[in-house]
């Protein structure tokens, strides 16, 4: 028989791919000898094989079963039993946390007579009625799928009835009448009664969290963070234990560390008298773990330990789901907690200092994603600011838009470009398409631990949570605040990382993450507001530092100009991989352009030709000092010609009007014929690159004979210049020999006429497929390989970028064919394998060829990691990507 099940006791925190990542951690708890309430898991095996089958495995009921049963002996109380009941959570948990996306249903195995029973037991019928008015609320909108506002509206008009505002308030009749209520709303929306059987209670728990796995919300959580459909949930059942019982219990969430800023020190939230759902629903607002030592504090200094003893195990901040029931502590749930990115950076670096892991370690637990986010511009406060309210800091970040209401408002405007803020009393898993959209997150309700914080942090984006003073009335859709009024498209700005809400805009500046990158770590430290931002700018430096001295690849950006070379250089760049020199053709030179396109003679050509020379010398004189000492790959020109013409249509239409009235200037008409003559269907598979340089004779000689002679000129100033001269769009050797030749001759000319030796290397880029397949040709003419993996996936893929994502990509991320756009991440299957093959063909020929990638994926993490693997020598991104690549490349090393 398949093993379907598992005790806690028989698993640990390795086993994330079949106990998921809940079950997996709760059995290392057991493990290491901490109060954990008894239970068992089913595996991921049996949400997988009832995803196929489309029924719950036979064998998962017998084993079920069986589990039950061990319970009941050890504890000697039976599921659901009249006098002494057991009751069951039964709690989703996958591989990779899904925060809020999936069910968990509790208080399993109450029913008419067995609420009784717990009563008893308890000595308190208040209790015990509440938590079987929050199973059939639970059941009824999780498993029975009915919508939660039925019951929470129940609620507030019993509530109102009685003149109370909390839940705590209600007596044991008012809740008794609650659960008759809702009983009533069961039969009346679902056409059924609740089930009173304890396992028939159980099954179908069991089954709706195995359907949880692919409601419309978890697929699109799972597509946004690029978690596999047909990894499948493991469900945990678990033992209830009960925060409810009185004053002497309570639950909470803690973390080792904040999560949000990384300040050392545990921290956490707590509720007396409640149950975990309402942490984590942010229906009360919660007190400071700190309050609990008032109340309990033998409950207390035990948490204390055990948060110390699974850091020590963990290594690791780790978060933990902890209740408390009549002064008896039990986990429910730990983790290694997720942070925001500034955490990341302290923590790592104070367990460093702590000994309790390496730099190896702390580089592998910060990620290129988290430094981009710290490396995004802050608000600046020297200006008159207005100040709505102050509420929790749940994500950092600034972020400044129109207030929306709801996910439909909120898609709309985004949609129309609006930069929004969507504004909730709290969030649940049904706002995700609103918070997708959002710059920012503000809600009235909820702690640190709320909804809203977790997913926001997740998704890298502004919140502010718990900001009590906000009332968000969606029925005159207005949000107030202390007497003012506010509606949607009013503006506001939200500081995720102190928790201010100012009214109107508020203008942003540079973070002092990136002032340390851009101007070094002095300039860091002095625009840094606080010591946290301090620490954090010495973190992100010894880590990047770290990251430099472990990783095998250089990180050189792809810069045109010598600020954005100069830029680049000083956030870390080995030298240029990429200065696209057509860029420097562009502008008022266009013209320059233009007339060697239109000359119609020899003379006339080298004519518009010479006058290019002291304009591009100029702009290599300037790139190669910005880069003194380190290399700088020059491509010559790429793109189509017509892109420095005038559009084909306009200029018809224009000669045409021109005649009409009276006759077209000559000049136009010119043009107009090159124009058409040049005109091409597909351009990006036209007159381009290597084949340009070829037809027109003289054009790439101008460009070659610009980089020696800037060359010269900074050597005898006394630079040392290092140029690199690049080929694009080759696709046979016999295209790389004829350009090279041409090359040589002229460096060799300007070498001897200036008395430098200017060996130069001549280079390539692979971005064809037949330059991957016959690249062990093309490496007999190539000094070095650059991959543009942007061209080599268009051709790879037969799709022009322009044109393709705005038009079918969406589908094709709907229906699978992608799981994200190859122009992002690269395509590693297919592309990657062409990348291989290239890298390959030309080190079995140059053993010693040095190979970079110049596309987009140079600055992309996963990318990275996979050039790593094909044995790249560099990567080569954009300047603000530069530090993100170090890390990213150190992280693919260790
Ligand atoms: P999530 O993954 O959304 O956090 P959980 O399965 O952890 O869902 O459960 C939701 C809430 O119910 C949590 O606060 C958790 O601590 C609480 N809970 C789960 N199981 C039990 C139990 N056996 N006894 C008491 N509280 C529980
Ligand atoms: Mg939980
Ligand atoms: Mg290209």
Known sequence: MATYVHRFADGGKDDKDLLGGKGANLAEMVKIGLPVPPGFTITTEACRAYMRDGVVPPELR?????????????????????????????????????????????????????????????????????????????FGRTVLGLDGDLFA???????????????????????????????????EHSGREFPQHPREQLD???????????????????????????????????????????????????????????????????????????????????????????????????LLAAMRKLETHYRDLCDIEFTIERGKLWLLQTRVGKRTAAAAFRVATQLVDEHLITLDEAISRTTGEQLTQLMFPQFDRSGETTLLTRAMAASPGAAVGEIVLDNAQAEARAAEGASVILVRRETNPDDLPGMVVAAGVLTARGGKTSHAAVVARGMGICAVV???????????????????????????????????????????????????????LDAGLAAAPDDATRELVVAVDRILEHADSVRTMEVRANADSADDALRARARGAQGIGLCRTEHQFLGERRHFVEAVVLAESDEEREAALADLLPLQRGDFVGLLEAMDGLPTTIR????????????????????????????????????????????EQNPMLGLRGVRLGLKIPGLFALQIRAVAEATVELRERGFDPRPEIMVPLVGSVREMHLVR????????????????????PVGCMIELPRAALTAHRIAEEADFFSFGTNDLTQTTWGMSRDDVEGAFFHDYLDNGVLTISPFETIDALGVGALVRVG?????????????GVCGEHGGDPESIRFFQGAGLDYVSCSPFRVPVARLEAARAAV
């Open 839 to 851: 890298v390959e063909g030309g080190r079995s020929t140059k053993p010693e060829l040095k190979i």
């Open 466 to 520: 718990g900001a009590d003073k906000l009332d968000v009335d969606l029925t005159a859709r207005e949000v107030r605040v202390d007497g003012q009024v506010l509606r949607p498209g009013d503006v506001i700005a939200i500081d995720g990382s102190t928790g201010e809400v100012f009214l109107g805009e508020v203008p942003v500046m540079d973070s002092p993450v990136m002032r340390y990158l851009s101007d070094g």
């Open 153 to 187: 509206d129940a609620l507030d008009t019993l509530k109102a009835e009685r003149g109370v505002t909390s839940d705590v308030d209600l007596t044991a009749d008012d809740l008794r009448g609650l659960v008759a209520t809702y009983k009533a709303l069961v039969l």
């Open 204 to 302: 179908m728990a069991i089954e709706a969290v195995l359907d949880s796995w692919n409601t419309d919300r978890a697929r699109l959580y799972r597509r946004r963070e690029r978690i596999p459909d047909a990894l499948g949930t493991a469900v945990n059942v678990c033992t209830m234990v009960f925060g409810n019982l009185g004053e002497d219990s309570g639950t909470g969430v803690c973390f080792t560390r904040d999560p949000a800023t990384g300040h050392s020190g545990v921290y956490g939230d707590y509720l007396p008298n409640a149950q975990g759902e309402d942490v984590v629903a942010g229906i009360r607002n919660t007190f400071p773990l700190a309050h609990l030592e008032e109340l309990d504090p033998t409950s207390y200094r035990e």
């Open 62 to 138: 017998v084993e079920v079963t069986m589990a039950v049963r061990e319970i009941e002996d050890a504890f000697g109380r039976q599921l659901g039993d009249v006098r002494d009941p057991l009751l069951v959570s039964v709690r989703s948990g996958a591989k990779f946390s899904m925060p809020g996306m999936m069910e968990t249903v509790l208080n399993v195995g109450l029913n008419d007579a067995s609420v009784r029973g717990l009563a008893e037991m308890a000595g308190d019928e208040r209790f015990a009625w509440d938590s079987y008015r929050r199973l059939v609320q639970m």
């Open 741 to 760: 030749e041409e090359a040589l001759g002229i460096l060799t000319e300007i070498g001897r006429g200036s008395g430098h030796l200017l060996d130069l």
């Open 636 to 679: 010559l020109i790429d793109p189509p010609l017509h892109e420095f013409l005038p559009d084909l249509t306009e200029l018809s239409v224009k000669v045409a009007l021109a005649e009409r009235d009276g006759g077209a200037d000559p000049r136009d008409v010119k043009i107009l014929g090159a124009v058409r003559r040049m005109h």
